[in-house]
């Protein structure tokens, strides 16, 4: 089989990404055994993901925990008083407006901070 | 998917991710905080997400370019990229010359190779991220491959 070095290039990737079934995972070996010029793509190809692999990093468990309870600290009195303004609007629209008319702008607001 | 159980998962891959970007430890520290801060206010859109890792590295994407943004004109901002000590430390763990060659890439291919090397991104995820069409993206990366591999090839035969 004829491969130009796009074609050649896709099907690494998607080795290298694990997403070749049983059966395309046998050709790709028949490949690298039968074809140079594929062979050589792969040892450039492998030499590069190994090398970008270094770039991935992991935190050290403390740190992330650390991070987590941050983020949820801030996260937590903002949703709070998000829930305050949201129950003072209801009620001030409950005020306003002739109780059937006021799920329908509810659901009007629902929708509009969706689109958002 | 709760949030608690988001961050375990993808926690490592977003701070790689922005300290790719970055290169500067605290504020990919800062910048991952509020990048899940902003994915706990929009936890009702997970659902309908595909893929929860390219949506956490599309809203990582837009806090760098907002900090970024707001730092640009502020002379510690400077001054931190300046101070050697910390980087220098950390990227003689790394490869120096791959993080050379990737300089010579443009921001956008760079993080593209990022993207399909590290967090084994598919072309149409990266085109979400980057808000790129998928055949643009697919071309960045051919060509962004190919001029690494032979910036490479031409290291080995010491050209």
């Known amino acids: ?116 | 998917m709760d949030f608690k159980k988001l961050y375990t998962l993808y926690a490592d891959s977003v701070y790689s991710y922005i300290y790719f970007k970055i290169k500067d430890r605290y504020l990919a520290e800062d910048i991952l905080q509020e990048t899940f801060l902003a994915v706990y206010n929009n936890l009702n859109h997970l659902p309908a997400i595909r893929s929860p890792k390219a949506w956490l590295l599309a809203i990582a994407q837009h806090k760098i370019a907002d900090r970024l943004r707001k730092e640009k004109n502020q002379p510690f901002y400077t001054d931190s990229l300046a101070d050697s000590s910390f980087h220098a430390t950390e990227q003689i763990e790394e490869n120096l010359f791959l993080e050379e060659l990737l300089q010579r890439l443009d921001e956008t291919s760079r993080q593209i190779i990022y993207g399909i090397y590290v967090e084994q991104l598919s072309y149409k995820e990266l085109a979400a991220i980057f808000n790129l069409p998928e055949g643009t993206v697919k071309s960045k990366a051919y060509y962004a491959r190919a001029k690494l591999k032979r910036w490479l090839e031409a290291d080995k035969d010491g050209i």
């Open chain 1, 1 to 116: 089989m004829a491969f130009n070095t796009e074609k050649s290039m896709d099907l690494i990737l998607q080795y290298l990404h694990n997403q070749l079934n049983a059966e395309e995972k046998l050709n790709f070996y028949h490949l690298l055994q039968t074809d140079a010029t594929f062979r050589t793509h792969f040892a450039a190809e492998w030499k590069l993901y190994k090398e970008l692999q270094l770039y991935k990093r992991k935190m050290p468990a403390k740190q992330k925990e650390q991070i987590l309870n941050s983020i949820l600290a801030r996260a937590e009195p903002q949703r709070g008083r998000e829930k305050i303004i949201h129950q003072f609007v209801q009620q001030l629209w409950a005020m306003i407006l002739p109780e059937p008319v006021v799920p329908l702008i509810i659901n009007f607001a629902k929708e509009l901070s969706v689109s958002e």
